[in-house]
Structure formats: structure tokens, C-alpha cells
């Protein structure tokens, strides 16, 4: 009985359930537009701070090839007023 019970645990903590399987591939062979429209918001926002940082005298940067993180670039501003700002900028 312990051996059943122990694997009943394991596979409750280490198997994703059938829910959540068929939930990925919905969301990897689904409807794509709304990734790419944010794959390209993403892109904008990493060259829009590269080129922010850039203009910054004796602050040497290079373009980032893959993942970014957003800098605190003001923290007297909270994460979604910095954002607000740079999108009323962009609009």
C-alpha cells in the first residue's frame, strides 16, 4: 500500500494532468495572431529602451539578442505609470 501511495504522490507532483496537456497544445497550435501582434510589442519596447539607454552619455549598452528585462529607469514611478508614459510617447 505505501508503494501505491507513493506513487499516486509522485505523479500528483511531478505529471502535469490532462486538463493542462491539452490546454498547451491548444495554445501552441491555436490561433497565433495575438502572439505575434506581442512578440512585436516586445521587440518595439527592447529597441525603444536600447535607444533611451543609448542616448545616455557615459552609459555603454549594446542591442540584446534574445530576452529582455525592462530597467527601473524612475523609482518614484510605479511599473504601469513607466509604461503609460512610454506608450503615450509611442502613440
Known sequence: MVENLELFHKTMLFCVNTVAQKACVAALTGYQK???EMVAEYDWRKKFLYGALKGIQKIF???CEGAFL???LNLN???G???IILLKNRY
Open 61 to 63: 549598452t549594446f542591442p
Open 77 to 79: 514611478l510605479s511599473a
Open 70 to 72: 525592462s530597467p527601473v
Open 34 to 36: 495575438s502572439v505575434h
Open 81 to 83: 505609470k513607466r509604461w
